[in-house]
């Protein structure tokens, strides 16, 4: 073979080779493998706290609404009609004017607190001499006895601070009892109004005014509009732990960053959703990522995960 012929020979061989190390690079498992990952949605059903007529939806389906925000009311008159009744009661009780209705009030709440930490001083001191038994044992600690030690002085200066009469009029405990009940009743009509404890966006309505709602039906649903959290799947054995740095590629290739926040027991089906091929299964432990402040993706949004 002639000198050009090994040399053509020879281009040839640097030529396949550099192909194959291409070929090979472009489908080998990269060093930092990336995962599927999907936006954490988080929904929640707004749910009635007591029975009654639906009187109205202040939001309609696709609305958003911020967390706190009153998204529907039932009917309150039958409670408002006994809160009614309990008031009047209260009111014959403590007397001819609402100023001694007050002033028995406060005076009752006033005996009251006195009479807990009159207990909560017996249960401190019997919980101090339990402790100066098991010091002597080793079985407790100085520091231990001393933080009850200055709990029992607050106690005790809190009710030396305080009128110590204990003798309680009969009609003062009525008043309380009358009181508790009336607090009581306006908790429970404050719960005819419907709180959505997410801000997000209503998906769902499931009453409509006029209907009767039992206690814990859901009136309606409310899907988080963005999430800082996604779900990905690693392999089983993968080196991913707790605070773990992660980036986070969306679709139109912007980089997020963020870390691991959990990481699931074992390996779980994955959402079919997320197979690269729909015929076969695919498993993976699932990990929950905190992306960083002020960074979002959509609830349910496919994303790339990589370490």
Known sequence: MGLASRRRVGLLLWIVGAVVAFVWASVRMPDEPAMVGLGRAVVIEVSALEEGRLASLEVDLH????????????????LELLREVEAAELLSLAGPSPEDLQTELKEARRRSKRIEKRAELAAVQASLARLRELLADGAASQAEIDGLESRRARLVADLAAEPGEEDEAPSTWSVVAAAKRLDALDARIEAFQLRSTLGGQVTAVHRRPGEVVRRGEPVLQVRQAQTDEVIAWVPAGAAVGSGTPMTV??????????????????????????????????????????????????????????L
């Open 249 to 306: 590629v969306r679709a139109d290739g912007t980089e997020l960053s963020g870390a691991v926040v959990s990481v699931g027991a074992g390996p779980t089906l994955l959402p079919e959703r997320t197979w690269r091929d729909p015929r076969r299964q695919e498993w993976g432990v699932a990990i929950r990522l905190r992306l960083a402040e002020g960074e979002a993706v959509l609830p349910d949004e496919p994303v790339v995960v990589r």
């Open 63 to 78: 609305d958003m609404v911020g967390a706190g925000q009153v998204v529907a009311r039932i009917d309150p008159r039958p």
